[in-house]
């Protein structure tokens, strides 16, 4: 759909920002697995993403904030298995993210 899928990230960083776009198309989707099993301690989502795949940031046990933005629409199964117990999520009032955190007891705060 001219989009770009986050396939899987293999950088160093530990705090990692997903730029809004990559080589001029827009970030749209983070695929299952994608930051499995690394090291990251806060993942920013762009504004252009829409979904988050199955368990896309399993066991990211170092994992403590994920800054979700309204765009997103869809959050698959065990997204979030494997994190850390400290995990937040940052996200707009009312938004789909929102929603999933307290569904599935996540800890959340709202954007300033």
């Given amino acids: 759909n001219g989009g770009i899928v986050i396939l899987r990230y293999i950088g160093k ?49 170092a994992l403590s904030s994920v800054h979700i933005p309204s765009s997103v629409e869809s959050i698959g199964y065990g997204a979030f298995d494997g994190c850390s117990k400290k995990l937040t999520i940052y996200c707009e009032s009312n938004s789909f993210a929102q929603k999933f955190a307290q569904s599935f007891g996540f800890a959340f705060s709202e954007y300033k």
């Fill in 13 to 61: 960083q530990t705090s990692v920002i997903i730029p809004n776009k990559i080589n001029g198309l827009y970030v749209v989707k983070i695929a299952e697995n994608a930051f499995a099993d690394t090291k990251v301690k806060s993942v920013s989502v762009p504004s252009a993403c829409r979904e988050i795949d199955w368990f896309a940031f399993y066991g990211c046990y």
